[in-house]
């Protein structure tokens, strides 16, 4: 009963590995105890290279722990790997008789005391590496027992490292992620069914950090302008996933200091959540841009829909000043002419609001920084 105690309480031990790597630490001194093994450790194995790496380990001296990385993983027994979850020593590999001669045995494991090592791949990571149990086994040889109580830890310890490499990859996938949402000038904000923020980039930070047009009030973000406000809880009101309908709108922003800015919700679709490597809940992106006049992305709307100059300044006009009344004003013409040219502006460009003038200028404006 105490043995079987001692292996219950070892293998939830493995799986509290699963979440925190750095618990391998204590779990090798236990498989260690369990199987009656001098030393042990988790190590890679590549066959290609015959390099090697350990990882945690017990019962070794550092000094031939960088022994083995530096020169010894060349010489070792592991020239080819035995099958996945298959325990063996150096018998099993090779000529033992023969193989004591060689370095390995002479110069790595005699001087710690060892004759043997049981071994067990308990992941491999490609086509020509492994993660393996290692056990050194002291001045016997590996026996039954030690082989069948090593055996009763590898599966164990297999699915550990799995649930490790799966984390470590979602975690490597996030960041990169984050780092290039970092990199766009747009403000970018990941959205629950509610409206609160899962995730913010950089830019999105800094919107709310200057508390002007954005707001982040009890987790959800807010408008200081009442009707877009209402926009977005019209947006987010059925509590569900957004609509690609209900979020098709542009909802325009304006600072403090009369800079507008103009934003668009879009539903985030099963797989793209996935790909983000964020919470799940996130169900939307919003995307904030800064509208500007003169931007680099005037030439090639010009090019692209064949815009005249006068046309040029009243599109872009649409998308700083709005209202045709204001954009008369702000260019100096009448009204009548900022009509004229707003009906060769939906020609050109298929739209039929200055809503969608406002979309399409928002679309060609660069999203990565310019830090200049």
């Given at each position: 009963?105490?043995?079987?105690?001692?292996l219950?309480?070892?293998?939830?031990?493995?799986?509290?590995?699963?979440?925190?790597?750095?618990?391998?630490?204590?779990?090798?001194?236990?498989i260690?105890d369990?199987?009656?093994?001098?030393?042990?450790?988790?190590?890679s194995?590549?066959?290609?290279?015959?390099?090697?790496?350990?990882?945690?380990?017990?019962?070794?001296?550092?000094?031939?722990?960088?022994?083995?990385?530096?020169?010894h993983?060349?010489?070792?027994?592991?020239?080819?790997?035995?099958?996945l979850?298959?325990?063996?020593?150096?018998?099993d590999?090779?000529?033992?008789?023969?193989?004591?001669?060689?370095?390995?045995?002479?110069?790595?494991?005699?001087?710690?005391?060892?004759?043997?090592?049981?071994?067990?791949?308990?992941?491999?990571?490609?086509?020509?590496?492994?993660?393996?149990?290692?056990v050194?086994?002291?001045?016997?040889?590996?026996?039954?027992?030690?082989?069948?109580?090593?055996?009763l830890?590898?599966?164990?310890?297999?699915?550990?490292?799995?649930?490790?490499?799966?984390?470590?990859?979602?975690q490597?996938?996030?960041?990169?992620?984050?780092?290039?949402?970092?990199?766009l000038?747009?403000?970018?904000?990941?959205l629950?069914?509610?409206?609160?923020?899962?995730?913010?980039?950089?830019?999105g930070?800094?919107?709310?950090?200057?508390?002007?047009?954005?707001?982040?009030?009890?987790?959800r973000?807010?408008?200081?302008d009442?009707?877009?406000?209402?926009?977005?809880?019209?947006?987010?009101?059925?509590g569900?996933?957004?609509?690609?309908?209900?979020?098709?709108?542009?909802l325009?922003?304006?600072?403090?200091?009369?800079?507008?800015?103009?934003?668009?919700?879009?539903?985030?679709?099963?797989?793209?959540?996935?790909?983000?490597?964020?919470?799940?809940?996130?169900?939307?992106?919003?995307?904030?841009?800064?509208?500007?006049?003169?931007?680099?992305?005037?030439?090639?709307?010009?090019?692209?829909?064949?815009?005249?100059?006068?046309?040029?300044?009243?599109?872009?006009?649409v998308?700083?000043?709005?209202?045709?009344?204001?954009?008369?004003?702000?260019?100096?013409?009448?009204?009548?002419?900022?009509?004229?040219?707003?009906?060769?502006?939906?020609?050109?460009?298929?739209?039929?609001r200055?809503t969608?003038?406002?979309?399409?200028?928002?679309?060609?404006?660069?999203?990565?920084?310019?830090?200049?």
């Open positions: 009963m105490r043995g079987i105690s001692r219950s309480g070892l293998i939830e031990e493995i799986y509290d590995a699963a979440l925190e790597p750095a618990a391998w630490n204590d779990i090798v001194v236990g260690n369990f199987v009656g093994g001098k030393a042990c450790g988790l190590i194995k590549d066959t290609m290279s015959q390099s090697g790496l350990t990882y945690y380990y017990c019962g070794v001296d550092p000094h031939y722990i960088q022994l083995y990385s530096d020169t993983a060349r010489y070792d027994h592991l020239t080819v790997l035995p099958p979850g298959q325990v063996v020593s150096i018998p590999l090779l000529a033992y008789d023969e193989y004591r001669s060689g370095p390995f045995y002479q110069e790595w494991l005699r001087p710690q005391g060892c004759v043997d090592i049981a071994n067990v791949v308990l992941e491999k990571s490609g086509s020509t590496s492994a993660v393996l149990l290692a050194l086994t002291g001045t016997r040889m590996a026996d039954e027992e030690m082989r069948r109580r090593i055996a830890i590898a599966p164990h310890a297999h699915k550990a490292l799995l649930i490790n490499k799966a984390i470590d990859s979602r490597s996938e996030a960041a990169t992620f984050a780092r290039t949402l970092d990199g000038s747009a403000g970018i904000f990941l629950d069914a509610g409206g609160r923020i899962v995730h913010a980039n950089t830019s930070h800094d919107m709310l950090y200057a508390d002007d047009f954005l707001r982040l009030i009890g987790g973000l807010v408008a200081r009442t009707k877009v406000n209402q926009g977005l809880r019209d947006i987010f009101a059925g569900g996933e957004v609509s690609n309908e209900a979020a098709g709108a542009a325009p922003l304006m600072a403090h200091d009369g800079e507008r800015y103009v934003a668009h919700v879009l539903p985030l679709t099963s797989a793209a959540r996935g790909s983000t490597g964020m919470a799940y809940k996130a169900v939307s992106a919003m995307f904030v841009r800064r509208v500007a006049l003169d931007s680099p992305s005037d030439e090639v709307l010009a090019r692209t829909f064949k815009l005249t100059p006068s046309e040029l300044r009243v599109l872009t006009a998308s700083e000043i709005g209202g045709v009344a204001a954009i008369a004003g702000a260019l100096g013409i009448s009204e009548a002419t900022v009509k004229t040219h707003l009906q060769h502006l939906f020609a050109k460009t298929g739209t039929n200055q969608d003038l406002v979309k399409l200028v928002a679309a060609y404006a660069s999203p990565l920084k310019n830090d200049s």
